[in-house]
């Protein structure tokens, strides 16, 4: 027979009502119960049925996803993947499931994440001030961003330290001898891209250097981005002598631009990543990047959701710290550049 929650309940030594607040994820019930309650439903086979519990409570047990720029190019992102999972493993211990929301142009999203009544929304890679975000803010849905949103509304978020991240990437190659760093960023009006630019130029000036506007360019955080911009920094009469590219799938793009061109990575050109996906370690040569944790930033996310959906009047913002991971892919410039003569 199918198990029950007073099967469950029996098992541990708690109540009913202490295995429905596992259940829902709340913290009034001890870490210590938690897990035997979790144990009890591990040896019984026990599956909550979500539907009915929904309607029960007149609530959704289901938290909702979308995927900003596209969710048939960010599903190509490993990255994206890893967050996802992180979302989906924290809100499934917490008997909530997790679905994918995407429309069509033709179809507000909001409208849309209306209409299937989640509990909950965990937005990826937004744009600055999306109105979408906007719009649900407004309706009073409950709803956690991957990135920075903006300052006029206060929507609650996790994100690494793009600006810190930014610094330390600039630190590294300028202490090689680095002086025209090339940046390569996504979509203009992006948190991500706002922040990593932020540390960039940050760093540039705390070494005395110019901002140049003419090595700063933007594009989508895909290979094909990645690839014609670096195209576009190759083809200037004064090239950079390395690249910070705003994420990792760019970084490929642009290694790609730069050996088609003739020119040998770190030798000729240096080359920095940003995400730390996992085959950036086996590309030739392997990839300096920032490291960031999908899987903990989604599984932070999740539960940052979770305490709004158990009633928390707010919840404080997460900032993840980034760590600069080196490889192969850096070096000091050639010596035929010719940017060494400021006795730096």
């Known amino acids: 027979m199918k198990a029950t929650i007073d099967d469950v309940a029996r098992t541990a030594g708690v109540s009913i009502k202490t295995v429905s607040r596992v259940l829902n994820g709340s913290s009034q019930v001890k870490p210590a119960t938690a897990a035997r309650v979790r144990q009890a439903m591990q040896a019984h086979g026990y599956q909550p049925n979500v539907l009915a519990r929904g309607l029960a409570r007149n609530a959704s047990d289901v938290i909702g996803v979308a995927i900003g720029h596209g969710a048939d190019a960010q599903l190509s992102n490993p990255f994206v993947f890893q967050v996802l999972n992180g979302i989906t493993a924290t809100a499934n211990r917490c008997g909530y499931q997790v679905m994918l929301v995407t429309s069509s142009p033709d179809t507000p999203l909001a409208s849309l994440i209306l209409a299937k009544r989640v509990a909950g929304m965990v937005f990826i890679s937004v744009r600055t001030n999306d109105e979408h975000v906007r719009t649900l803010h407004a309706q009073g849905l409950p709803f956690v961003l991957t990135s920075h949103f903006g300052d006029d509304v206060t929507v609650p978020f996790v994100d690494l330290d793009g600006s810190k991240a930014g610094q330390m990437v600039v630190d590294h190659l300028v202490g090689l001898g680095h002086r025209r760093i090339g940046l390569l960023c996504g979509p203009r009006h992006h948190g991500n ?152």
């Not at 600069?324 to 850096?330: E, G, M």
């Open 193 to 344: 891209t706002h922040a990593r630019r932020q540390g960039y130029e940050l760093g540039l000036r705390r070494h005395g250097l110019p901002v140049p506007a003419e090595l700063i360019k933007y594009g989508d955080f895909h290979e094909a981005s990645g690839m014609a911009l670096t195209q576009e920094l190759l083809g200037q009469q004064l090239r950079p002598t390395a690249i910070f590219a705003c994420s990792d799938q760019m970084a490929l793009g642009a290694m790609h631009a730069i050996k088609s061109s003739g020119l040998a990575v770190p030798q000729q050109m240096s080359l920095v990543g940003f995400d730390d996906i996992p085959m950036a370690r086996y590309w030739d040569p392997p990839l300096t990047t920032v490291h960031q944790d999908g899987t903990a930033k989604g599984s932070a996310a999740a539960s940052m959701l979770l305490q709004l959906l158990q009633g928390a009047p707010n919840v404080a913002n997460v900032l993840l710290q980034p760590e600069l991971v080196l490889r192969q892919s850096t070096a000091p410039p050639p010596d035929e550049a010719g940017l060494r003569d400021d006795g730096i």
